[in-house]
């Protein structure tokens, strides 16, 4: 493999580029250039996040992929949770560019407790007062080393508006997605509870050209680059990616 390819990684809401770090390596150590952007509103403070909008989020995603074609010749996608999401966005926009995307954990919906409050809370007065939730550790990552990583590498809030600015991507997103012709590999997990798992047969439902692939994840919740199933799912993205190369 050499440097003519490339992969983009993307971490999820809340998250560092330090949550996709077993999948930066084993991408690097497959030969693969990699840039692994941290998006607006991360790494910085809560604050931050509440004042930044799904649009800078998608526009560092491009950045980033504009830089990274001034290195290599062709271009793969590895996104988790919000990145999977900012994947498929990129997709639409690019239909012809990528060569293939991995998307672990989509939430093309939220949960259905979620998709009720959204609307509710963020036009009612309501907003004032639920600014932000703590998050659910617990069912972040089931591996204790790896949940020290997410904890350490993420925000211990999630700030409501951050919420709903995935919730207006998801409606983008969703109208477009059978403009996408790249090949796709879904990893989801059963126990994700963030991103149910019924979100891999409503993407199914939309993407024909081809139809994605999937890959379950069981011994894992939703951050999937952190727990059990890390190495299993980079070795089957490495597979999936030489597959169309």
Known sequence: MSLSCGVLIVHGLTATPATMAPAIEAMEDAGYAVSAPMLPGHGTTEHDLEQTTWREWATAVQEAYAELA?????????????????????????????????????????????????????????????????????????????????????????????????????????KQLGQIRTPILLAHSHLDETAPASNVAALQRHIHNPTPEVMWCDKSYHVLTLDYDRDAINQAVLKFFERNS
Request: proline share 7%.
């Open 70 to 174: 001034t290195r290599v010749n062709h271009i793969y996608y590895m996104g988790l949770s919000l990145g999977a999401l900012l994947g498929l966005y990129l997709a639409e926009q690019h239909p012809q560019k990528l060569r293939a995307l991995a998307l672990l954990g989509t939430p093309l919906h939220l949960s259905p407790l979620v998709r009720r409050i959204v609307p509710v809370v963020r036009y009612s007065p309501v907003r004032w007062i639920y600014t932000a939730s703590q998050k659910d550790w617990k069912t972040s990552v089931a591996d204790p080393d790896g949940l020290e990583v997410y904890k350490e590498s993420s925000y211990t809030r999630i700030p409501t508006k951050a919420v709903y600015q995935v919730y207006d991507l998801e409606q983008v997103v969703e």
